[in-house]
Nanobody, 124 residues
Framework: VQLQASGGGLVRPGGSLRLSCAGP????????IGWFRRPPGKGREWISS????????YYADSVKGRFTISEDNAKNTVYLQMNSLKPEDTAVYYC??????????????????WGKGTQVTVSS
């Protein structure tokens, strides 16, 4: 299983970015996909997940109302639309998948496959 996260970059405060998580050769359906981030000098934190089976979405309080997770089955891709970005959103962002069939969890240990990160920098 390989996941590919992309879409990071440099953006000014208040700007937007859309991250993508693709699983080439791997079908994301019926799994829980999560987005995590690791700010500089800090630990990894969960920010959002989507249960592909029923489209349930979950958000950390720090991003609720600003970030939107969604999926495109035809493209086998999960997106994280990030609006109203703040400097504190600066981090390496990772997508991960839980293929065990478990219910949603915000714990990193629940996700058994991870993609390489993509850097998001919010700065003026």
């Amino acid at each position: 299983v390989q996941l590919q996260a992309s879409g990071g970059g440099l953006v000014r405060p208040g700007g937007s970015l859309r991250l993508s998580c693709a699983g080439p050769g791997f079908t994301l359906e019926d799994y829980v996909i999560g987005w995590f981030r690791r700010p500089p000098g800090k630990g990894r934190e969960w920010i959002s997940s989507i249960d592909i089976e029923d489209d349930s979405t979950y958000y950390a309080d720090s991003v609720k109302g600003r970030f939107t997770i969604s999926e495109d089955n035809a493209k086998n891709t999960v997106y994280l639309q990030m609006n109203s970005l703040k400097p504190e959103d600066t981090a390496v962002y990772y997508c991960a998948v839980d293929t065990t069939g478990s219910d949603f969890s915000s714990l990193a240990s629940a996700y058994n496959y991870w993609g390489k990160g993509t850097q998001v920098t919010v700065s003026s």
